[in-house]
């Protein structure tokens, strides 16, 4: 008994210190430093609002406030999901060396890209809390809605990634079909738009199950609306299959890392 | 809590040679050739596949410390993977029974970014500790490594000497149950070394489990009482490790290296005391080394040189049938030539092999040559240390007193 746990805390501890090392090794040598973790969502909302603003030019409708909080409470989410998918694909190879030279718990690579991923969206939730102040957008009691939200998205953003690691641990090319994806992947996701704009696709467009969990998110901070419950057990049932599957494949993999990396 | 630490049984692994599939685009053929059916049995080899070990079965006691030699290749690090579980068995099963920590690849978990004291940190947690034993070991950490002055320092910047103490330093304070120690007492000075040999003698007074794979044979005989000794992936001998180390030089060292088409070769090379054969000599004891060589065409001006070399492959004697006397000898085509030399072992205790050569008598042109054609040992002895018997006898002995009173030097050194 007090084996396991100690086995436990160890993974906790290597989980904790790997993350940390993430953050530490990315922010060590640059000029901005944690800055950084601000810009990237910065440059999203950014872009957002020119495209909002092209919206509202061409079909002669005024853009409102609600319009670009929308866009920046969107950023961040997405800013992680693309990020964390990223690094996640690529923290096997990158840590090769421990892979096949020490025995450790393998998914903690991952886990820990994600993790470092999540705290930089928490700086950058700061500076979107700062902006939602300014515009006077306020709170209610759908932001109860928040946590559960940002919990399936942390699910699926997760079990997505440990399936990715294990796979371009065998496959260079899930690496390249990752980016190739990610890169296309905001048109197909409502961050600069709403899912409702598409009408009678919208429906289609919120099959990415990220999708729902992006509009939920907009409903409960910006409209103080509760977010659409089908679309959201939805969501979660793809992020808890997603996340199972994920788990699976990454177990029945694992005995081949250290020959294959 | 049983009495065996760990056992392996009938463990087999098979490496592919090649990449397992490099692209999708070699991925999609292999799958639909499994689809149809044609799906290899998992134990059989095929032409892309080779075993790395196979039916390697044994089991240590707590508390036992235990060698792994064999050549390069011989499957010791494929063995240490597969018991630290980086690895797992293609057949056969490894049963640990403890908390295991390996020494090998101590570096592995260095960012060069961070400093020397979060790398102790990172590198422990990496290694299986939690970060509140690394706290409470750390000063003895940073003791052992003795690089107290460079901790803040980003280890981009250590000397690979410095990057080896620590990440060593961090290793054997991991206190684990089993220890696996992989060739890392290279790393260091000599200083250092000896110092981790005295770390490793500490932890299995603690009743920890030591494997310990090296090619320092030396280390190997005087850490652990009992040893394997691997040739291909194949167990040739468990059982202590004198005689374990004397089975692997006996058979592991002899290398032929023939001139292509050379029809005139040694055969056979013997070791012994006139008159009978063993390879076991106390030290000042007569041996005999009987070299054979065979030509199948005639040749002429030959002459048969001996060599003997340390286990260090120094050359510590020399001579040859010329300088002893005999004129140049001819064979005819079928002919067999036996030389015996007789040599005085006026040696130290250890390990020696006998290279046997054929050369062209003057021009001392090499026609064959049979690199560590056989080895000897010569027995411990209280009467011989270093390197080489000097012979030695008392001439003198004796005290004297002074004729006068001692004024410059009373304790009368003379």
């Known amino acids: ?84 998918i990223r690094f996640a694909t690529t923290s096997l190879i990158a840590n090769s060396t421990l892979v096949t030279k020490v025995y450790l718990a393998r998914e903690v690579f991952p886990v820990a890209a994600m993790l470092s991923q999540l705290i930089d969206a928490a700086v950058a939730t700061l500076v979107v809390v700062i902006l939602l102040t300014v515009l006077h957008v306020g709170v209610s009691v759908q932001l109860l809605w928040l946590p ?114 | 809590m049983s009495d065996t630490a760990l056992r392996l049984d009938g463990v087999y692994k098979k490496f592919r040679k090649g990449e397992l599939y490099n692209s999708l685009r070699d991925l999609v053929p292999a799958l639909s050739r499994r689809l149809i059916g044609r799906r290899p049995a998992p134990d059989s080899l095929n032409a892309r596949s080779f075993w790395a070990l196979q039916d ?10 235990f060698g792994i030699i064999g050549s390069n290749g011989a499957g010791k690090s494929t063995i240490l993977k597969l018991i630290s579980g980086i690895m797992r068995p293609t057949r056969g099963t490894i049963q640990v029974g403890g908390r295991l920590s390996a020494l090998i690849e101590v570096s592995a978990g260095f960012h060069p970014d961070l400093t020397g004291r979060e790398n102790i940190y990172l590198n422990g947690t990496i290694l299986g500790m939690t970060r509140a034993e690394i706290r409470r070991r750390f000063d003895a950490i940073v003791a052992f490594s003795e690089l107290e002055q460079f901790l803040d320092t980003p280890v981009k910047r250590y000397s690979s000497g410095m990057y080896a103490r620590l990440g060593f330093s961090v290793a054997v304070h991991v206190e684990p149950e089993i220890l696996i120690v992989d060739e890392v007492l290279s790393v260091g000075d000599y200083l250092f070394q000896q110092k981790c040999m005295e770390r490793m003698t500490e932890i299995m007074a603690g009743d920890a489990t030591i494997i310990f794979v090296s090619h320092n044979l030396r280390a ?46 040694v055969t056979n090379v013997t070791l012994g005391p006139p008159g009978s054969s063993r390879v076991t000599f106390g030290t000042d004891e007569y041996m005999d080394i009987t070299v054979e060589a065979k030509a ?93 018997n000097l012979a030695p006898s008392l001439v003198n002995c004796e005290k004297a007193s002074p004729v006068g009173p001692a004024l410059l030097d009373p304790v009368g050194r003379a």
Not at chain 1, 19 to 30: A, F, G, L, N, P
Not at chain 2, 226 to 252: A, M
């Open chain 2, 296 to 388: 199948r065409t005639r040749h002429e001006d030959l002459s048969v040189v001996i060599q003997i070399m340390d286990n260090n492959q120094y050359a510590v004697f020399d001579t040859c049938t010329q300088r002893l006397g005999a004129g140049p000898v001819t064979l005819e085509a079928g002919e067999t030539l036996t030389c015996t030399f007789r040599v005085q072992l006026r040696l130290a205790q250890g390990t020696f092999h006998v290279n046997a050569y054929l050369h062209r008598y003057v021009t001392s042109h090499q026609i064959d040559r049979w690199m560590s054609a056989a080895t000897f040992f010569i027995a411990e002895s209280p009467l011989v240390r270093g390197v080489a």
């Open chain 1, 1 to 84: 008994m007090h084996a396991t746990l100690g086995r436990f805390t160890a993974k906790r501890d290597l989980l904790y210190m790997l993350t940390w090392r993430e953050i530490r090794v990315k922010y060590s040598q640059s000029v901005m430093g944690i800055m950084w973790a601000i810009l990237m969502p910065a440059v999203i909302v950014s872009a957002g609002v020119v495209v909002r603003f092209g919206f509202s030019t061409i079909s002669g409708k005024p853009l409102e406030v609600d319009d670009v909080a929308s866009v920046a409470v969107r950023a961040v989410p997405w800013a992680f999901f693309v990020a964390t």
């Open chain 2, 56 to 65: 390697v079965s044994f089991e240590l006691r707590r508390g036992e410390a």
């Open chain 2, 220 to 265: 190997v005989a005087s850490l652990c009482e009992r040893s394997l000794l691997l040739d291909h992936g194949r167990v040739v001998q468990i059982g202590p490790s004198s005689e374990t180390i004397k089975t692997y030089l006996t058979r592991g060292h002899s290398t032929r290296a023939l001139e292509p088409g050379s029809d005139i070769r």
């Open chain 1, 148 to 261: 559960l939200l940002i919990l399936i998205l942390v699910v699926l953003t997760t079990g997505l990634g440990i399936v990715l690691s294990a796979l371009s641990l065998f496959f260079h090319d899930v690496k390249y079909l990752v980016e190739v994806v990610l890169t296309f992947a905001i048109f197909f996701t409502p961050v600069f738009y709403e899912a409702r704009m598409f009408g009678r696709w919208e429906s289609l467009l919120l099959l990415n199950p990220v999708a729902p969990l992006l509009e939920g998110i907009a409903n409960v901070v910006v409209r103080h609306a509760p977010p659409s419950l089908p679309w959201i057990g939805y969501s979660a049932l793809c992020a808890v299959g997603i996340f199972a599957g994920s788990a699976a494949i990454f177990h029945a993999l694992e005995p081949y890392f250290a020959e294959s990396a």
